[in-house]
């Protein structure tokens, strides 16, 4: 059995300390666990990812490019890594996975939802995680806990409005999800990974 495990959220939300409680619990159940982050994880994606992330000096970059670099990455990822980890019988982690480009460039930007669509059914096909954690934050919350770990890169500094769309995509997808548990990323680092491994033990319990 193996298991693809998204883990979404706005920027600040705890997703990395999380996923490390996560695999440790993997680990405990002895199971073999990969760990992804989108956009990257492959040498071709994390070039895309520096690239989609930089400031271009001026150059305005389209809310087109910016959606074809992410799917450009995930396509990447998933047929490079993630498939080929679950035929293994691994399970992997994501940090970020599609419902992220649902919230920031569908959300956020305001790509119409039929475009994503589209674009999913190209590169992924029927390919979705088995199970999604939502880390539910306020944006200004996020967005200082990311300031407090270095300076902000080119998403980042899209204002506040942004991530208050992307968060309420986030909430409404979210809620629409039949494997999706949402957890409240407000509380310190502690509780937060308790309340991730709970619900992931409940997810592996289902599984057995
Ligand atoms: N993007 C990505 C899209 O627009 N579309 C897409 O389809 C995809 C896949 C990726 C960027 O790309 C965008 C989203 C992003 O803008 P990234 O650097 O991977 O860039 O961005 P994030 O994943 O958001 O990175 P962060 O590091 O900000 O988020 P995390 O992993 O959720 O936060 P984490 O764990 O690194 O914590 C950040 C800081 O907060 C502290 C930590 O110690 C750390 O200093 N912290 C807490 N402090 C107090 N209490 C807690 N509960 C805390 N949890 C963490």
Request: hydrophobic residues 20%; aromatic residues 12%; proline residues 7%.
């Given at each position: 059995m193996s298991a693809f495990i998204a883990i979404e959220g706005l920027e600040g939300a705890g997703k990395s300390s999380v996923i490390a409680a996560l695999k440790a619990l993997l680990e405990k159940h002895d199971i073999t666990v990969v760990t992804t982050r989108e956009p990257g994880g492959t040498p071709m994606a994390e070039a895309i990812r520096d690239c989609v992330k930089k400031?271009?000096?001026?150059?305005r970059v389209t809310q087109q490019t910016e959606l074809l670099l992410m799917y450009a990455a995930r396509s990447q990822l998933v047929e490079n890594v993630i498939k080929p980890a679950l035929d293994k019988g691994n399970w992997v982690l994501g940090d970020r996975h599609d419902l992220s480009s649902v919230a920031?460039?569908?959300?956020?930007?305001?790509?119409?939802l039929e475009t994503l669509a589209a674009l999913r059914q190209m590169?992924?096909?029927?390919?979705?995680?088995?199970f999604t954690l939502y880390l539910d934050i306020e944006p200004e919350l996020g967005l200082a806990r990311a300031r407090g770990r270095g300076e902000l890169d080119r998403i980042e500094q899209a204002g506040l409005g942004f991530f208050e769309r992307a968060r309420a995509t986030y909430l409404e997808h979210i809620n629409a999800l039949p494997n999706a548990v949402l957890i409240?990323?407000?509380?310190?680092i502690k509780a937060v990974q308790n309340d991730a491994t709970a619900a992931l033990e409940h997810f592996i319990k289902g599984q057995s």
């Open positions: 400031d271009w000096e001026g150059e920031y460039q569908g959300g956020g930007r305001g790509v119409p590169t992924l096909g029927e390919f979705a995680p088995d409240d990323a407000s509380q310190g």
